[in-house]
T-cell receptor, first 116, second 115 residues
Framework: AQTVTQSQPEMSVQEAETVTLSCTYDTSESDYYLFWYKQPPSRQMILVIRQEAYKQQNATENRFSVNFQKAAKSFSLKISDSQLGDAAMYFCAYKARRGGADGLTFGKGTHLIIQP | GAGVSQSPRYKVAKRGQDVALRCDPISGHVSLFWYQQALGQGPEFLTYFQNEAQLDKSGLPSDRFFAERPEGSVSTLKIQRTQQEDSAVYLC?????????????FGQGTRLTVV
């Protein structure tokens, strides 16, 4: 069974600085997706960024980028120019590619605090 | 609808009471998932529907939990004889079918408190 580990329960960063959130995972599959979701106090999970395992190029979405190391099974999220609105819980998630029927496996989350 | 809608947003139930949680997915989304999120934890998979067929219910914690999606659209998660350990946020997510669109879109969840 696949597992996702987020080893940082909480991270704090100054506004406008850069922060990196860590995630490792374990799977026997070779083809899968990895995601970072943001969950503000409203509880709604919002997709931040997605990475296909077969792509070597790291995904980027504006201020958000990932460092995907497939051999090491590592998938970190870098947030540049942190903004107050980035404060939230961040969850790393895994989904096997086969058939599309699998649900997401989530880590325990990292609480990101933005210091003004 | 424009997004995934869940109701109620909050539910307080007395121990032993039955509850029903509703999920209205994005129109046209074939896949529907239910997750349970305990306080301070990540969501955990409960069950999956493709249209009206429940293809995976391996995450349901006990036979007190039952989910249905009779017409392939709205889904209901029912919990019978609620217990305190059922207190959690229940999240619903929907997605298009197939591997080309793996993103799941989530509702705001229902926070269930069993007292």
């Amino acid at each position: 069974a696949q597992t996702v580990t987020q080893s940082q329960p909480e991270m704090s960063v100054q506004e406008a600085e850069t922060v990196t959130l860590s995630c490792t995972y374990d799977t026997s599959e070779s083809d899968y997706y990895l995601f970072w979701y943001k969950q503000p106090p409203s509880r709604q999970m919002i997709l931040v960024i997605r990475q296909e395992a077969y792509k070597q190029q790291n995904a980027t979405e504006n201020r958000f980028s990932v460092n995907f190391q497939k051999a090491a099974k590592s998938f970190s999220l870098k947030i540049s120019d942190s903004q107050l609105g980035d404060a939230a819980m961040y969850f790393c998630a895994y989904k096997a590619r086969r058939g599309g029927a699998d649900g997401l496996t989530f880590g325990k989350g990292t609480h990101l605090i933005i210091q003004p | 609808g424009a997004g995934v809608s869940q109701s109620p947003r909050y539910k307080v139930a007395k121990r032993g009471q039955d509850v029903a949680l509703r999920c209205d997915p994005i129109s046209g989304h074939v896949s529907l998932f239910w997750y349970q999120q305990a306080l301070g934890q990540g969501p955990e998979f409960l069950t999956y529907f493709q249209n009206e067929a429940q293809l995976d219910k391996s995450g349901l914690p006990s036979d007190r939990f039952f989910a249905e999606r009779p017409e392939g659209s709205v889904s209901t998660l029912k919990i019978q004889r609620t217990q305190q350990e059922d207190s959690a946020v229940y999240l619903c997510a929907s997605s298009l079918a197939g591997t080309a669109s793996p993103e799941a879109f989530f509702g705001q969840g229902t926070r269930l408190t069993v007292v």
